[in-house]
Nanobody, 121 residues
Framework: QVKLVESGGGLVQAGGSLRLSCSASGSTFSTATMGWFRQAPGKEREFVAA???????AYADSVKGRFTISRDNARNTVYLQMTSLKPDDTAVYYC???????????????WGQGTQVTVSS
C-alpha cells in the first residue's frame, strides 16, 4: 500500500534549474527504490533516474551530469534536482516506487499522478 504525491513542476527557462519532490507513504519494502520517469508528447514514458533505500543511484544517459536524484528516508521523500535544463526535458514527470532498483517501467509498482515540467527556449 503506497501513495506517491509529486510537486515542484512548472515552467523554467532553458539553462535554469528545478527541483521535483515526491512524498511517499507505505511500507519500506514497497519503496525500496524510488524512481523518476518522464513522458513527452508523442513519446514513450522513459526512465530518468532512480535511487534505492541506501545510496545506489541510476541515471538515464540523457540526464546524467545534469540531474541528481536523492531521498530523505526519514521524511519518505525523493527529490529530482534538475539543472542545465533543455527544451528536450519538457515532459510530464512521474514519481514511482519499486521493490528493487531497476530502469524498467513495468517493474515499478506504484505511480504518482505526474507533474508537468516545461522548459522554454
Amino acid at each position: 500500500q503506497v501513495k506517491l504525491v509529486e510537486s515542484g513542476g512548472g515552467l523554467v527557462q532553458a539553462g535554469g534549474s528545478l527541483r521535483l519532490s515526491c512524498s511517499a507513504s507505505g511500507s519500506t519494502f514497497s519503496t525500496a527504490t524510488m524512481g523518476w520517469f518522464r513522458q513527452a508528447p508523442g513519446k514513450e514514458r522513459e526512465f530518468v533516474a532512480a535511487v534505492e533505500w541506501a545510496t545506489t543511484t541510476a541515471y538515464a544517459d540523457s540526464v546524467k551530469g545534469r540531474f541528481t536524484i536523492s531521498r530523505d528516508n526519514a521524511r519518505n521523500t525523493v527529490y529530482l534536482q534538475m539543472t542545465s535544463l533543455k527544451p528536450d526535458d519538457t515532459a510530464v514527470y512521474y514519481c514511482a516506487a519499486a521493490r528493487f532498483i531497476t530502469r524498467a517501467t513495468n517493474a515499478y509498482d506504484y505511480w504518482g499522478q505526474g507533474t508537468q515540467v516545461t522548459v522554454s527556449s
